[in-house]
């Protein structure tokens, strides 16, 4: 006699949850009817857990490029602003003036402090600490140029209007200039104007 019928596994199981002996065939079935909360669960794949890791490893990538970018921003502003940024100017160039008829002339202390030795007030914007930006502290014929500007050229004739002599470089003390010198060398014109620089020797003769 044939026996076409199927085998049934009467091997039995035990439930991960409770812990019950179940066929395997019913298990299933047991999950669904026992713990009907729990299959779900067991049902779910483990890959889910990858996927949500990956999920978050994506976060907080897109987290860091995030703070990245914020900062490359901020180091590019923060160059840009020092780069612009306008610090002024503080020069030391040194005028000696010398009469053809007495001799060395003094360039007096406290030009552009003292409100006697302070006749033009045209550049008062550019000066630092209450001072004028062209001035002197005593009597080397030091001029400090001290400005909260690099954007202006502070010239001789400026400051000669400063200290109160004629703003076209013609006359000191009322003796006219006959010749006029930079680093050493003869300008074409006793009068003439010109920026001053650092350092820069200017010398100046009067009648």
């Known amino acids: 006699m044939r026996n076409d019928l199927p085998v049934l596994s009467l091997e039995p199981e035990r439930c991960p949850v409770c812990g019950a002996s179940v ?3 019913n298990l299933r079935s047991h999950y ?17 857990t990858v996927a949500s890791s990956g999920s978050v490893f994506r976060s907080h990538r897109r987290r860091n490029i995030l703070v990245l970018s914020i ?4 180091v590019i502003g923060v160059s ?13 160039p040194v005028l000696s003036i010398t009469s053809n ?8 202390m406290n030009i552009g402090i003292d409100q006697s030795l302070w006749k033009d007030h045209s550049l008062d914007q550019y000066g630092e600490g209450g001072l004028s930006p062209m001035h002197t502290h005593d ?11 690099s954007h202006h050229d502070f010239t001789l004739h400026e400051f000669l209007a400063i200290w ?21 060398q003869a300008q074409a014109s006793p009068t003439q104007d010109f920026v001053l620089k650092d350092k820069q020797q200017i010398g100046m003769v009067t009648a």
């Open 23 to 25: 066929r395997k065939e």
């Open 32 to 48: 669904e009817k026992v713990h009907p909360r729990k299959v779900a669960s067991l049902a779910q794949p483990k890959t889910l």
């Open 71 to 74: 900062v490359v921003l901020v």
């Open 80 to 92: 840009f602003a020092a780069a612009t940024y306008d610090r002024g100017i503080h020069w030391h």
């Open 101 to 108: 008829t007495s001799g060395a002339v003094t360039v007096p």
């Open 139 to 149: 009597t080397s014929g030091t001029i400090h140029v001290e400005a909260n500007t």
């Open 164 to 184: 109160g002599q004629p703003s076209d470089g013609s006359a000191i003390n009322g003796k006219a200039v006959v010749s006029l010198t930079i680093d050493g």
